[in-house]
DNA sequence: ATGGTAGCAAAGCTA
């Protein structure tokens, strides 16, 4: 069971890429973010004749996230349940073939202590609270996702920036991104390619689109997949499809996978 | 170096 996670920037804009990739990769669940369209204006007909079942919770414009799996999608849930007053579409949950899954999207936070960056540590409370009820249920659980945050100095291209009071990198932003991974998660793309072996070095999601940071290979690893015990006891393979960055008008993202036996 | 590029939507906001 192959289970990808991908920040489209706009279904709409990257609905090419997201079909080729499809069926370049063929994942069984993707898990997608800044889809950037109301839930109505997701392009249902055209995934689901690829064989998809979809479930999406958007807003106008800004952020919206979705659930693709070519198995039914069960007991789907819109918003994260421990943040009734988020007025933001960043999280939407299902049960699918046993896993249940969630695809995530947290606040950029813009820069280090600024509204939006306490609207991130916001939310990151909120994703806790809510792992606490999810890991307490035993199951297969998969949360994938823009975590917006590069948890060590291995995630990012230039190590030293590791900790600076800038976004993506900072002390605060790692603190929370570590301490939900504590609650009981596995980090499944470290698990397979740990930073310490040559394998695991250079594992970025997402580049800049300015100042060919892709062409340079500035990136910084932000997208992950946390799996719950029972998920990573099945983990197999993982992998991040940094091609995709390469294509024509691509996504600023690339898609990050795992596979479950 | 406070730039640089992309998407939405129609000027500025967000990233």
Redesign the pocket.
Known sequence: MKIATW?V??????LPHLMRWIQEDAPDVALLQ?I??VSEAFPYETIEDMGYNVAAFGQ????GVAILSKFPLEDVTRGLPTFAQDT?ARYIEAVTNGVRVASIYV????EVGSD?FSYKMAFYGALGDHATQSLSYGEPLVWGG?Y?VAPYAQDMHDPALSGEPRILCSVEEQRALRTLISQGFCDGLRQVFPASQEAGKGLFSWW?????SFNRNKGFRIDHLLLSPQASDRLEAAGIDAHTRGWE????HAPVWITLV
């Not at 800049?208 to 060919?212: E, I, K, S, W």
């Not at 008008?249 to 600023?252: N, Q, V, Y």
């Open positions: 920040n920037n706009s279904v709409g804009a990257r800044e950037k369209c106008k414009s800004y952020n933001q606040p950029n936070g813009s939006k823009d917006n800049d689109y300015r100042a060919g008008r691509p996504s600023d």
